[in-house]
């Protein structure tokens, strides 16, 4: 539909339900919104005297709008969040999705078992998070196995074990693998460790010592025992890390979230609090917040970053949209409109927490940009770097060859874009044909798309791996971007590198110089993601090995299809006979011997 008459245009949509889109020339997507009510909404567009310049400017671009009717209001936040995500419009305000948020797993089981856990959330488990970085995570599975002592073994580990783990010997579990505990005592220290992580820290210990006044009474010491010595880590646990609550710490799992706009960029900073204590902050930077409006960045938060993931059981927020619980109905039960005077105060701290933040960031950028501009004049560049890339191989004696791919944007390491090559060249140890064949790999794909080159390429290394890079585009035919080699001196100390160009010229930069730094931080990047590559793989390859050589009828086709069946050595381990005699090729007598062998 033309938008040439918006206002006539918007009378003929449907009262329904549904996602619209404001389409610009050649149907590029320029924002995407949902309605309750498709009519009003994409009405209200054009009887508003009042826009925001950022919604105007989309406006005046605009030629087209797109409608789509969905069954549900709910369904059309869904679709709207998922269209968001995949067209990234210009006009919206986008949060990164960020997968990796760590959670911490307490599974359904008889026994359940607790585990660090980054994924879809599925409803085999409870799940407590997200937690702003894994060492939160593991900080707070730390305490519950001094507490509670929860497994963290794998179900077939717990089935096949006949002996408890040395986590049992220090006090870390309960060893339910070898029946040293009940099912009735393993169920009550995981109700009370769930207890613990919704913020029931009192709860769980005036539990724990009503268990324990029953055992003394009933003469089972050496239960309450256990059960005294549990409480005494309890309350070190929370004179250790609940000292910040001002409260009874009846606020389990909230979410304080401080916004900071300066009119061109935004930060929203977010100070999490799980089972009743402080784990730590995230702190986000939206794409496209210039020229918005406070409530805009709320609305955009609450329905991409809270879509998908169990959002914590409180969420504290200032500058709530008029219509928020049609925007949010997933957060109904969580938001808090009347939040407490302590409350009010963690959120001004996170406010002041993203002024910070944006301050720093806009500091740091500024630096950054100083570095590539004085970057492209050592190297005679056209323009500054906006996107950097370095290569690097890893080996140990021509075993296992990896090439390492990683890439700077705007000075900044874009892990996302980081590639990893297995060299498939025969011959081993060579560094040449090893950089032939990743740069090749790389950079097939822009013999159709030239903008996919970075503005510099280095390569970790002399005259002669810049040959072969130089070698591989000229196979590829494409005209190479600029590109360095680096060379490290004879004393290979940092300061002394040469940097060696596509034609073969040797420039040598002071050792306290910002470029050369900035090219120092490029390379020791990509020399440490190839290492560690190659590291695994290595090792992995070796334990493998390790563990199956001198088994009589297993060669190495036999290893190689036991561990794609098992996925690890750790599940081999853990497997029987009866499994392993469910693998092609390996009969009854040779299960027997390797299960033999591996226990």
Not at 58 to 83: F, G, H, K, R, Y
Not at 447 to 468: E, H, M, R
Not at 484 to 492: H, P, T
Request: hydrophobic share 40%; glycine share 6%.
């Amino acid at each position: 539909m033309a938008i040439s008459d918006g206002k006539r245009l918007a009378e003929s949509m449907p009262t329904l339900p549904g996602v619209y889109r404001f389409q610009g020339k050649e149907e590029q997507v320029l924002y995407v919104g949902k309605a309750k009510n498709l009519r009003k909404r994409v009405s209200s567009y054009f009887h508003s005297k009042k826009q925001s310049p950022r919604i105007a400017l989309m406006l005046q671009a605009a030629e087209t709008i797109d409608t789509i009717v969905t069954a549900s209001e709910a369904e059309a936040l869904l679709l709207e969040n998922n269209l968001i995500k995949s067209l990234k419009p210009k006009y919206n305000i986008l949060f990164r999705d960020d997968k990796s948020y760590p959670y911490l797993r307490l599974s359904k089981h008889p026994y359940p078992r607790l585990m660090f856990y980054r994924g879809k959330v599925e409803k085999d488990a409870d799940y407590f998070g997200p937690f702003p970085d894994s060492h939160a995570v593991r900080e707070t599975i730390d305490i519950l196995q001094r507490v509670f002592r929860l497994r963290n073994c794998t179900d077939s580990v717990l089935a096949t074990r006949t002996r408890p783990c040395l986590l049992h010997s220090i006090g870390r579990c309960s060893a339910p693998c070898t029946n040293a505990v009940t099912l009735e005592n393993y169920t009550a220290d995981a109700a009370q460790a769930r207890n613990f992580l919704q913020g029931g820290a009192f709860a769980a210990e005036s539990e724990m010592q009503l268990r324990m006044q029953k055992a003394a009474e009933a003469q089972q010491f050496e239960e309450a025992a256990v059960l005294r010595d549990r409480l005494r880590a309890l309350a070190v646990v929370r004179s250790r890390h609940f000292a910040d609550n001002n409260d009874s710490g009846d606020v389990a799992d909230a979410d304080y979230i401080g916004i900071h706009h300066n009119g061109s960029a935004a930060c929203v900073n977010i100070i999490m609090v799980r089972g009743g204590r402080r784990v730590g902050e995230k702190r986000l930077f939206p794409d496209n917040a210039n020229n918005c409006e406070e409530e805009q960045i709320v609305e955009a938060l609450l329905t991409q970053h809270y879509r998908g993931k169990p959002p914590p059981l409180q969420i504290f927020i200032r500058n709530l949209p008029p219509d928020w619980q049609e925007i949010a109905p997933h957060l109904l039960t969580h938001i808090v409109e009347k939040p407490r005077v302590q409350d009010v105060q963690r959120m001004q701290m996170a406010t002041d927490n993203a002024r910070m933040a944006l301050v720093n960031r806009g500091n740091q950028r500024a630096n950054r940009q100083q570095h590539l501009v004085l970057l492209a004049q050592r190297l005679q560049l056209e323009k500054p770097p906006l996107r950097m890339e370095c290569f690097d191989i890893s080996h140990s004696m021509g075993e296992e060859t990896v090439a390492a791919r990683v890439v700077f944007k705007e000075g900044i390491a874009e892990k996302r874009a980081y590639r990893l090559f297995r060299i498939k060249s025969k011959t081993q140890g060579d560094d040449y044909a090893a950089i032939r064949e990743a740069v090749g790999r790389c950079y097939r794909a822009a013999v159709a798309d030239t903008s996919l080159l970075p503005d510099v390429l280095f390569i970790d290394g002399g005259v002669g791996q810049v040959s072969a890079a130089l070698a591989a585009f000229e196979q590829l035919a494409l005209t190479p971007p600029p590109l360095f080699g680096i060379a490290k001196g004879a004393a290979r100390k940092p300061g002394e590198e040469t940097l060696i160009s596509a034609e073969g010229e040797a420039l040598m930069l002071p050792a306290t110089d910002s470029a050369l730094h900035l090219i120092q931080a490029i390379r020791d990047e990509a020399h440490r993601f190839a290492i560690t590559a190659h590291r695994r793989r290595r090792d992995k390859k070796r334990s493998t090995s390790s563990a199956l050589e001198g088994i009589e009828g297993v060669g190495r086709e036999k290893q190689r299809v036991l561990m794609t069946y098992f996925g690890g050595l750790s599940a081999l381990r853990a497997a029987s006979m009866s499994d392993l005699n469910k693998v092609s090729g390996i009969g009854r007598e040779l299960a027997q011997r390797i299960y033999r062998a591996l226990h």
